[in-house]
């Protein structure tokens, strides 16, 4: 259990990110089911990558109140420049410094991939300003949405920064996990898509239901 459920006040309603939106009706949709943040691959590496030009029209698909995160593994600042009239939230996904994330004068968060000697304690003090830290899973030579799980209980009690909980999940599991962990949000990609980048109105729709069943149970 994460010092998120035992420092904080019991939160009203786990947050939840949808991720690697590629096509309009998906944004729409994910909006209509009440996602509060949604996230847009700008790394070329990925299968959900966009480009600046796709990110200019789907993020104006996003109404007030829903966040607009955009997704980097070690970019330059050129290239996070460039999106930056488009995204409310920077979400760094490699080796990024505290320092290189820090610069843009926007709210970033820090995904850190749970190697199994990764000391989350020391990472959350270098991350001092990030507006929280995403978990995700470990696997060597992969920046991450590899749609695997990693061992939940591996979360320390000491955690002070919210803790966004990614890594394979889906409706099935979900759940499972807010009742372990009890994160500020949680962060899914692959578990509500039918194909890459695709995401299926169904799956975000059983997604969403989970937490919601998690949060009153
Ligand atoms: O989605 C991607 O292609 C991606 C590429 C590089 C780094 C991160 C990526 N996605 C993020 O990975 C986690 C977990 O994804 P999944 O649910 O296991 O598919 C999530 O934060 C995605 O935003």
């Given at each position: 259990m994460s010092l998120n459920a035992t420092s904080m006040p019991r939160l009203a309603r786990t947050r939840v990110k949808f991720c690697?939106?590629?096509?309009s009706q998906d944004v729409t949709d994910a909006v209509a089911l009440g996602a509060d943040a949604l996230g847009f691959v700008m790394w070329p590496g990925s299968k959900r990558a966009i480009d600046v030009s796709t990110l200019a029209s789907l993020a104006t698909l996003v109404p007030a109140f829903v966040?607009?995160?955009?997704?980097?593994v070690n970019p330059t600042p050129e290239e996070v420049q460039a999106c930056l009239p488009w995204l409310d939230l920077l979400q760094f996904h490699g080796d990024e410094s505290p320092e290189?994330?820090?610069?843009?004068?926007?709210?970033?968060?820090?995904?850190?991939?749970?190697?199994?000697?990764?000391?989350?304690?020391?990472?959350?003090?270098?991350?001092?300003?990030?507006?929280?830290?995403?978990?995700?899973?470990?696997?060597?030579?992969?920046?991450?949405?590899?749609?695997?799980t990693f061992d939940w209980s591996r979360i320390?009690?000491?955690?002070?920064?919210?803790?966004i909980l990614a890594g394979g999940l889906d409706a099935e599991i979900v759940g499972q996990a807010i009742t372990a962990v009890a994160p500020y949000a949680v962060d899914v990609s692959g578990g509500i898509e039918v194909s890459a980048g695709c995401k299926g109105v169904e799956?975000?729709?059983?997604?969403?239901?989970?937490?919601?069943?998690?949060d009153h149970g």
């Open positions: 690697g939106f590629t096509r966040t607009r995160v955009g997704l980097f290189f994330c820090a610069q843009f004068g926007r709210a970033w968060i820090k995904a850190l991939r749970m190697r199994d000697d990764i000391d989350l304690s020391a990472a959350q003090q270098d991350y001092a300003g990030a507006n929280a830290l995403l978990l995700d899973a470990w696997r060597p030579g992969v920046p991450g949405g590899t749609g695997e320390p009690d000491d955690l002070v920064k919210p803790v799956h975000m729709q059983a997604f969403m239901a989970a937490v919601r069943a998690a």
